[in-house]
């Protein structure tokens, strides 16, 4: 319910400013086709009412609301039936018909597509029809040059307003849509990549290694009996671990450096032009860190990691060998002791220094 309600507000506020701009310049369109016709005051006065103080009227009643959206297609509907009213008593002047109505079908198109565009048609319909009960039906197939030239600020400055709403509502949608792409790339709990999106990420990276023979390196992160520590101390504290490692990963790594969580307690690296050797260190120094690592509620909670590193290699047919080989080292980290930076035995050589 909040939420349609902001929802709706947003949409009255973006109403608000073509709404201000058209009625009150579209105003002096209407006087300069109504002057040459002597119409009783009551007549000037409410189309000072309607284009001075209904489009603040308009707001206050839509923001106001307990359905803002609805209130403000309603205050739509009735704009539109003051162009049928206004055309209908000005006896259809050429020239500023034309203007009125094709600016209102713009905002009503604009505002409610192809539904409020037909809706506001029949408004307009019903303007016309109160009109010519009050005034007769006639009409004006002439156009001085005055209304001509009362006409050029509403064709001229209405559709810039509108434009400038339009690309302020383009511009956020573009927001919206840069912030869902990231969210269904992340993973919620830690903030790094999810797993489908690491992976579409080592496909391109392995490309980018077999094109330009690049060096690089992935490490698979394993949180050493992490199932225990859910068991002992409960999921809060897991998953407080679980951040922990991801906020060291963001410090001790590179911009260029991608990590995300693979699954469960299980994270993942690409080191992009990165030699085995600094892999190695960098995996190295981020297991101290972890292994230092106290938490404020559980002082006696210890944390480590074992790493399995692979570099590339020409003779890898696709990422899937590569993070298999990654694979491999960290299965050997976890049963030689863990707590521990390993590499697969076909990487041996490739690295000038061992753990």
């Not at 959206?69 to 003051?82: F, G, I, P």
């Not at 209304?147 to 956020?172: E, H, R």
């Amino acid at each position: 319910m909040d939420k349609q309600h902001g929802k709706g507000l947003s949409f009255a506020r973006r109403i608000y400013m073509p709404r201000t701009i058209g009625l009150g310049i579209g105003s002096f369109s209407v006087a300069a086709a109504l002057y040459p016709l002597h119409l009783p005051v009551w007549v000037w006065v409410l189309l000072a009412l309607n284009g001075f103080v209904w489009p603040h009227l308009a707001y206050q009643l839509s923001s106001r609301s307990a359905f803002p959206y609805k209130a403000e297609r309603r205050n739509l509907l009735y704009d539109s039936l003051c162009g049928g009213f206004w055309v209908a008593t000005f006896q259809f002047n050429p020239l500023c018909t034309v203007t009125i109505l094709a600016m209102m079908a713009m905002n009503n198109v604009a505002a409610g597509g192809q539904r409020m565009f037909l809706l506001g048609s029949l408004s307009q319909v019903v303007g016309v029809m109160i009109a010519w009960s009050l005034f007769g039906a006639a009409y004006t197939l002439s156009t001085t040059q005055l209304q001509m030239w009362a006409c050029l600020p509403m064709l001229t400055l209405y559709p810039l307003a509108l434009g400038m709403v339009c690309y302020q509502l383009a511009i956020k949608l573009s927001e919206h849509k840069r912030t869902l792409s990231a969210l269904s790339r992340t993973d919620s709990l830690t903030g790094l990549l999810n797993h489908g999106a690491w992976k579409d990420l080592l496909q391109m990276k392995f490309r980018e290694c077999s094109q330009r023979q690049q060096q690089a390196a992935i490490a698979l992160i394993d949180i050493d009996h992490f199932k225990a520590i859910n068991d002992t101390y409960g999921h809060i504290i897991g998953d407080s671990v679980l951040r922990q490692l991801s906020i060291e990963l963001k410090c001790n790594l590179r911009e260029s450096d991608l990590a995300g969580r693979y699954g469960g307690d299980e994270f993942c690296v690409i080191l992009p032009n990165m030699p085995l050797n600094q892999a190695m260190d960098v995996m190295e120094r981020l297991r101290k860190v972890l292994q230092d690592y106290r938490h404020r509620e559980v002082p006696k909670l210890r944390v480590s990691l074992s790493i399995g590193l692979a570099a590339y290699q020409p003779s890898f047919t696709d990422a899937t060998a590569w993070l298999d080989d990654a694979d491999k080292a960290l299965y050997t980290a976890k049963n030689t002791g863990r707590n521990k930076v390993s590499v697969n035995p076909s990487n041996i050589g490739l690295e000038t220094s061992a753990v």
